[in-house]
């Protein structure tokens, strides 16, 4: 069992916002999995499909359509994921040289991934309703394209969230040692 929490560590949760850490990490893994699941159907239809094709020349009908939408949904679905973890790809060109600016620079990119994903969900939004009223499908499978468009959507939506709730839940001290500490105790 673990010891109680000190006054200190009490503070230290309140103070850097312990709880929406845990809500960000809880919406990191839950989106991690949806994007495992499409990974994973990707992989077990690449290979159905293989395995038919080969030994009983049986393809699977519409599995590049298939495919498609398990792509989108995979990566769409993991953005909120990868921002939520602060798994961004970076290079660190300017760290070194002026260090004190890393914090905001991290901040611009967060306004500007807001901004941009805002953009792409309004341009999204107007090609999805134009691809629903007029009924477009997919050319084998007759899959309505308004379900890409909403798993594209959807992803892209929940980008903008977690950039946003990264960008006020960020601290600008750097890594923190404490943290694992006391979150070992939750």
Not at 6 to 12: L, N, S
Not at 87 to 94: A, K, S
Request: aromatic fraction near 12%; proline fraction near 4%; hydrophobic fraction near 50%.
């Amino acid at each position: 069992m673990l010891p109680p929490l000190t006054g200190r560590e009490r503070f230290y949760r309140y103070r850097t916002g312990f709880h929406l850490k845990r809500w960000g990490h809880i919406a990191s893994t839950i989106c991690g999995i949806v994007a495992a699941a499409f990974l994973l159907g990707m992989l077990l239809l690449t290979v159905a499909d293989v395995v038919l094709r080969t030994f009983f020349d049986y393809p699977v009908r519409g599995v590049y359509e298939l495919i498609e939408l398990m792509l989108a949904g995979s990566f769409f679905i993991a953005l909120p994921c990868v921002f939520l973890r602060d798994d961004n790809i970076l290079v660190n060109t300017i760290d070194e040289i002026v260090p004190r600016i890393v914090p905001v620079l991290k901040r611009i990119a967060l306004v500007l991934s807001v901004l941009t994903f805002a953009v792409l969900v309004w341009q999204g939004w107007s090609a999805a309703w134009d691809s629903y009223e007029f009924h477009d499908v997919t050319a084998d499978l007759g899959l309505p394209k308004f379900w890409h468009w909403s798993i594209v959507l959807i992803g892209m939506t929940l980008g903008a969230l977690a950039a946003l709730f990264m960008l006020f839940r960020s601290d600008d001290k750097g890594p923190d040692t404490t943290e694992h500490r006391i979150e070992d105790r939750v």
